[in-house]
């Protein structure tokens, strides 16, 4: 499958199932649109005529160049064969979002976890919830080294104590079982005071700092429990942590909704206030939502892609780069093949765990007693709710078989197709349409800055 678009002012061709993106010649490019394999190592002649207002010598080496390609492997390339995607994934969990605590202080208007609570009792983890969790973790890690515990919420810092003592567990449980634990963690920022940033610079490989971007914005949208804005609260609190981490992992992750479609001016607020990593994201709510993205945003949103697009580049290019996370994209390794076909393991080899001790598929679906897969103190694992996620493979879905840039998504998340479309299974139609637009301006910002 050849999938071809012009960004940015570049003629890019992307080859599905190998991988190749290939920036071309505007005769090249064109000449994609005449030809079809087999590929023979002859021009055909119906080509001269298809491109005759282009210099036939030119027309000649284009074609030069696309059978090249095409012998190498990197064009019109065989589908990968990956089997049977549910048997190839392991039994063996290997990152766990904790719940630390089903509260808040906030009250976010676009909350997928009711405002902290998931709708239910508003209650933090205890002690002895989250050694269990950490010791379920390990059972069920089997041979796998290297673990993953990200701290959620609600508000993870609401209950810091119990976060520090969990953590300092998990190291004892690294030195007895010879295994690594990355800790991370997501936080609103209104609770971190010297202790807390020091703990977190510490012990945490990465943290993601929650902040909606102009202070207008993030205060209509990130009001305290008594209304009040948490701008003003938050940014210094935020430059703190950010100035004393170094070169410490870490995100500030806000979220943009039909409210600030001009999410471009958000992005840079927060890069020119010193934060040089930066993920600005669609919200995600029923289309009956005033904040909700519909479809006639989708070229408000676009345009405002190529945008922040533009800047991007042109900041990278006068040596102050930043980074945006849907334009980071790796061409030269990323995940295997597997990976790229399953996502994020949602259910498989990532579960969350609440409060209560409750297993879930991720964090999203916390409180869905439908997904509740069992509880870290029984032990035992709900295989058919597993079996359900190891098939959310793009494999085995057929909104994805002619999809260009599926190995990009993995198939999309299974939380926002379960809320949107009420099936894990059927992709959620507008974040389709997002995630191959951001993909093209991905590659072509890489091409941009090749030149």
């Known amino acids: 499958m050849i999938h071809t678009f012009r960004r940015l002012g570049s003629n890019i061709a992307v080859d599905t199932e190998s991988g190749a993106v290939h920036v071309l010649s505007p005769i090249a490019y064109k000449m994609l649109s005449y030809i079809k394999p087999p590929l023979t190592q002859d021009m055909p002649v119906s080509l001269r005529y298809s491109l005759a207002r282009f210099d036939s010598s030119d027309v000649e080496e284009a074609y030069e160049e696309l059978y090249s390609l095409y012998e190498q492997g990197e064009l019109f390339s ?9 048997k190839a994934l392991s039994t063996r969990i290997k990152s766990m979002c904790l719940h630390v605590s089903h509260d808040c202080n906030m009250r976010c208007r676009y909350c997928f976890a009711d405002c902290g609570g998931y709708v239910q ?3 933090l983890m205890s002690l002895e919830t989250g050694k269990r969790a950490l010791d379920f973790l390990i059972e069920k890690s089997g041979g796998v080294r290297n673990l ?20 300092r567990y998990g190291r004892e449980l690294e030195a007895k079982h010879g295994k690594k634990i990355r800790f991370t963690m997501t936080t609103n920022g209104s609770l971190l005071d010297d202790e ?8 945490m490989s990465n943290v993601v700092l929650s902040i909606d971007g102009r202070p207008e914005v993030n205060d209509y949208m990130r009001p305290f429990e008594d209304g009040s804005g948490s701008y003003e609260t938050v940014i210094p609190k935020f430059k703190k942590l950010v ?15 039909r409210r600030n479609l001009d999410f471009t001016a958000d992005v840079l607020h927060l890069v020119d206030s010193g934060f040089n990593a930066v993920s600005v994201e669609p919200v995600v709510l029923p289309e009956e939502s005033e904040y909700s993205i519909r479809k006639e945003d989708l070229p408000a949103i676009f345009a405002e892609y190529e945008k922040l697009a533009l ?7 006068a040596g102050r780069p930043f980074t945006f996370f849907h334009f980071m994209i790796d061409l030269d390794g990323g995940p295997c093949a597997i990976k790229r076909a399953k996502g994020c393991g949602s259910g498989c080899e990532y579960v969350a765990v609440t409060p209560d001790g409750s297993i879930y598929p991720c964090h999203q679906f916390a409180g869905e007693e439908k997904f509740k897969m069992g509880n870290i103190f029984d032990g035992v694992i709900d295989e058919n709710i597993r079996n359900t996620f190891a098939h959310c493979n793009l494999i085995e879905n057929p909104t994805c078989a002619d999809c260009w840039a599926k190995y990009y998504c993995g198939g999309g998340c299974a939380a926002n197709n379960f809320h949107m479309e009420g099936n894990v ?14 993909v093209e301006f991905a590659l072509a910002i890489k091409a941009a800055l090749a030149k």
């Open 121 to 123: 009792e508003r209650k």
């Open 78 to 86: 065989d589908p990968i064969p990956l089997g049977d995607i549910s």
């Open 148 to 167: 993953e515990v990200d701290f959620f919420g609600g508000e993870p810092l609401l209950n810091f104590d119990v976060v520090r003592e969990i953590t």
């Open 425 to 438: 299974m059927k992709p959620y139609s507008i974040a389709c349409e997002l995630e191959r637009a951001r």
């Open 196 to 203: 807390s940033i020091d703990f977190i610079n510490a012990e």
């Open 311 to 317: 800047e991007y580049i042109a900041r990278a290019k």
């Open 243 to 257: 100035e004393r981490r170094g070169d410490g992992e870490y995100y500030v992750r806000g979220t943009f909704t």
